[in-house]
């Protein structure tokens, strides 16, 4: 059985919550973005003190990405410690269980952007993400999903490739749509959606 908590808050206060929750994992969501707009690959942060379960977790997702999407493997086999020059090791080294940051495509990148805003992509990061948590728990749990917002100098860069939508909607979307796959458990097919009850505290 695979139950879901949405959290929000400063980094700290949402793995906070999720240790007090006693959550098996936690999974947080956030579009890289870099000044060049060609750069393309897909990858995972994890914390300096992940251990063997975080990183295969990680592993999986990058792979998953990287064949569904035909763009290289980023990091150390998609693993990047610390996440992008060390920036997001604050974003997951409070947790007191498996802990990952999902950077699956640049929002920086025209080519991701678009992608990003077709609802069959969206539901395909969905998809791994899925397979990703059944692969590496497939006795099922409790996740913490969070999504990560972006400095103010980020989000002026995005406008200028993106527009003013906000990608954090986008990666709140995709990991609903992960919940409602892991809850129904029927193929990860588009055409097998329900509507699905979950604690939701985004």
Not at 24 to 47: M, R
Not at 90 to 115: E, K, Q, R
Request: hydrophobic share 35%; with cysteine.
């Amino acid at each position: 059985m695979y139950l879901f908590h949405f959290y929000s808050g400063t980094p700290k206060e949402k793995q906070i919550k999720a240790n007090n929750d006693n959550c098996n994992a936690y999974l947080d969501f956030q579009f890289n973005i870099n000044s060049d707009p060609e750069i393309d690959y897909t990858a995972v942060a994890v914390a300096s003190n992940a251990g063997r379960i975080a990183k295969y977790w990680a592993k999986q997702f990058s792979q998953f990405i990287s064949e569904d999407f035909g763009i290289p493997i980023g990091g150390n086999n998609g693993i990047l410690i610390g996440g992008e020059y060390g920036k997001n090791e604050p974003d997951l080294f409070y947790t007191h269980m498996p802990a990952m940051l999902v950077l699956p495509l640049f929002i920086s990148n025209p080519v991701h952007g678009c992608w990003i805003k077709d609802k069959s992509k969206q539901f395909q990061i969905a998809r791994n993400l899925a397979k990703s948590i059944n692969s590496t728990f497939p006795n099922g749990g409790t996740f913490a999903f969070s999504a990560s917002s972006y400095t103010p100098q980020e989000y002026n860069a995005i406008k200028l490739v993106f527009g003013s939508d906000d990608p954090v909607n986008y990666a709140k979307m995709i990991l609903r749509q992960t919940c409602i796959m892991m809850q129904s458990q029927i193929n990860y097919s588009i055409e097998n959606y329900r509507s699905t009850s979950h604690t939701d505290r985004l």
